[in-house]
């Protein structure tokens, strides 16, 4: 069974930094691309950052220049490094495959992280 597993969120003060990390079961990470996302309460859940299997990356405008996406798949595992974090970043943070893990005929998605960044 599929398992995305998201951890590192917390509570940060603007400027900060987070590391949040991804890890999968098995290794459906391996010759996928892999992306972060998030959700902020009452919008709709953004792409973030994308990591190709050859380690290609892209970066949607709210993180460009800040946020930083890495894979280590012998570790199954996908970072996304988040510095200079602004309260708009605020959100609950997933990650997911592209194309993403299916449970049945839904999309599966970890119970993802919060981050939230406040004084």
């Known amino acids: 069974q599929v398992q995305l597993v998201e951890s590192g969120g917390g509570l940060v003060q603007p400027g900060g930094s987070l590391r949040l990390s991804c890890v999968a079961s098995g290794g459906i990470f391996e010759n996928n691309a892999v992306a972060w996302y998030r959700q902020a309460p009452g919008r709709q859940r953004e792409e973030v950052a994308i990591?190709?299997?050859?380690?290609?990356?892209l970066y949607k405008e709210p993180g460009k220049g800040r946020f930083t996406i890495s894979r280590d798949d012998a570790r199954n595992t996908v970072y996304l490094q988040m510095n200079s974090l602004k309260p708009e970043d605020t959100a609950v943070y997933h990650c997911?495959?592209?194309?993403?893990?299916?449970?049945?005929?839904?999309?599966?998605w970890g119970q993802g992280t919060q981050v939230t960044v406040s004084s």
């Open positions: 997911n495959t592209i194309p993403p893990q299916l449970s049945g005929r839904q999309v599966y």
């Open positions: 990591i190709a299997s050859n380690n290609a990356t």
